[in-house]
């Protein structure tokens, strides 16, 4: 069974930083393209960041560009996201999730992942 588990997730001020872990099971984690994804209060479920299979490429909303980094280590089966400079707007529940295929296009598209984790919680106070 495959399970995705998020951590990393807190409080933290305008200005700070945090790291998101997310570690993978019951899956062949390098098989998988995987993304992080963030639903602020009150609104839609929105992509944050993706990474390639083997890590070379990486693929971030415009909103979060040069302020976050998405990261894997497939030997440790662990997708991380760096998220610097936080803003409030950052606040949101923070999920990871996991997808087989490799169409670059859908990428942002989170009906087109396959396992989701469970989220964490980030709020940046002003």
């Known amino acids: 069974q495959v399970q995705l588990v998020e951590s990393g997730g807190g409080l933290v001020q305008a200005g700070g930083s945090l790291r998101l872990s997310c570690a993978a099971s019951g899956l062949t984690f390098s098989s998988y393209v995987m993304g992080w994804f963030r639903q602020p209060p009150g609104k839609e479920r929105e992509f944050v960041a993706a990474?390639?299979?083997?890590?070379?490429?990486?693929y971030y909303a415009d909103s979060v560009k040069g302020q976050f980094t998405i990261s894997r280590d497939n030997a440790k089966n662990t997708v991380y996201l760096q998220m610097n400079s936080l803003k409030p707007e950052d606040t949101a529940v923070y999920y990871c999730a996991a997808r087989n295929t490799l169409v670059v296009v859908t990428i942002k598209r989170k009906e087109t992942y396959d396992y989701w984790g469970q989220g964490t919680q980030v709020t940046v106070s002003s």
């Open positions: 990474i390639s299979r083997s890590g070379l490429n990486t």
